[in-house]
């Protein structure tokens, strides 16, 4: 997924000829993660984290070839839908979390989510650092610039569904509904959502991490995808944009066992608005940045920083909230609303900075991360009988 979020935007922008287009990259591949969430959810809901998983991943593979061929053929459409379908690698990352938290004891989920979010730390670091050998390797072997790296992450998703579906046995998700004396409470897809907003109707806990997860994701996504258009635009490398943007990926998920900690330790609410400061600062360092690459690396590194507090305090949040029977379904109908939020924040992303300036969109999230942390701490009246 490294790879692709490094190259993408750059590779769109250079065959479109369009900064506004570019933006479609990160929407493409936030709207796979969005149209996949639900269908992942329903497999692990009807055959376990397993069955989930495959299916992600699956998607993935699929996309990185497609994206790799319209490469080649000069094609930016088709490489946005190449890039759909990888964001099932997205689906299944976000997935993969919560089958850390399906046999945890309370009190201890946000610590054993955060340890798979660790778990990218280093792929996710070195995914965009390895984008330069990859296009050579790929060049040398007759590939189209900048096709070699898709490959590379196609061969990476091959690894992952060979361990997902050998090795991960016992299904976390089958298991716990076993002692639990459970069974799912999905279906079709119309089921899957009526029951996860009937949830969360009598749950308001669960809706505020709802909405924290989609509020963090949007600010990530939305400055993340442009950065690498901007530092193309100033005349930075590709060395350059890989090393800024695998910092970033380091925020998101080289701490995050100790959010996970001081999730459980403190609370997760406390921790939501950490995140929300931090994305905040993000919003401020990005916006006054101009052409300073030191302080745009600085943005990037607190933005990953607020993410991870935001969706490790949210999801345990979500998780710990509703009966393990409709799990599944907030799980599936939260990573759905916050890829969502987060496609539609990249298309309003790339407009500002093609039109406005990629200060205007650190302004721009810096207002939308201020609202939702009034709304989060403000207390509510109760209800009039």
Known sequence: MAVGIALSSVVVDELSGSTVISGFAGTATTLGAALLALPTARAAGRGGRRA????????????????????????????????????????????????ATDLSPRGRSARHLSLVVWAATVGSVAGPNLAEPADRIGMRLGLAAKAGPFLFSALAF???LVIIFGLLRPDPLKLARELDGTRDAGGARTRTIRAAWETLRTTPMALRALVMIA????????????????????????EVIGLVISLHIAGMYM??????????????????????????????????????????????????????CGLVAGSALVTESVPIDRRPAV????????????????????????VLSYGALGLGVGVMVTVATLWLVVPRRPATP
């Open 158 to 160: 091959t690894l992952a």
């Open 331 to 354: 799980q599936g109908l939260s990573d759905l609303l916050m890829n969502v939020c987060g496609a539609t924040g990249t298309i309003v992303a790339g407009a500002i900075v093609g």
């Open 52 to 99: 989930g998983l495959t299916l992600a991943y699956a998607a993935a593979l699929a996309g990185c070839v497609i994206s790799a061929t319209a490469i080649g053929l000069r094609s930016w459409p088709l490489l946005l839908v190449g890039l759909v379908l990888v964001g099932g690698g997205s689906a299944g990352n976000l997935a993969a979390r919560y089958s």
């Open 215 to 238: 509020v963090s994701h949007t600010a990530m996504v939305s400055i993340m995808s442009m950065t690498p258009v901007k530092l193309h635009h100033d005349g930075s490398n590709l």
């Open 255 to 308: 701490l995050s066992p100790v959010v996970g900690w001081l999730a459980d330790r403190v609370g997760k609410v406390p921790v939501l608005v950490l995140g929300m400061a931090l994305l905040l600062g993000a919003a401020a360092s990005s916006g006054t940045a101009g052409h300073r690459v030191w302080q745009v690396t600085v943005a990037l590194v607190l933005l990953g920083l607020g993410w991870s």
